[in-house]
């Protein structure tokens, strides 16, 4: 059964740093194209950052140079980590594995300015 279930959100003080977990299971994340999404209230979710099967990565632009996915298949289990978070990063934040139509329950995140 594939499921994803992400973890590591909470309440950080803008300037701060969150780390968010994917743990996978029923298939391999190193093999699959993965990635983060986050919707903030009122808007339409939005892609953050992937990383395809063989490592390379993209990001959203307002999030570069701040945000770095990674993974670790021996864990199966993608990470988001984000340095420097401002009030605009305020979102639930999804992972997913686009390949297989795989969405996390999402994570709450909220920078306080």
């Known amino acids: 059964q594939v499921q994803l279930v992400a973890s590591g959100g909470g309440l950080v003080q803008s300037g701060g740093s969150l780390t968010l977990s994917c743990a996978a299971s029923?298939?391999?994340?190193?093999?699959?194209?993965m990635a983060w999404h986050r919707q903030a209230p009122g808007k339409e979710r939005e892609l953050v950052a992937r990383?395809?099967?063989?490592?390379?990565?993209n990001y959203l632009n307002s999030v570069k140079g701040r945000f770095t996915i990674s993974r670790d298949n021996s864990e199966n289990t993608v990470y988001l980590q984000m340095n420097n978070l401002n009030p605009e990063d305020t979102a639930v934040y999804y992972c997913?594995?686009?390949?297989?139509?795989?969405w996390g329950q999402g994570t709450q995140v909220t920078v306080s300015s």
């Open positions: 997913s594995a686009p390949a297989i139509t795989a």
């Open positions: 990383i395809t099967g063989s490592g390379n990565t």
């Open positions: 029923g298939f391999s994340v190193g093999r699959t194209f």
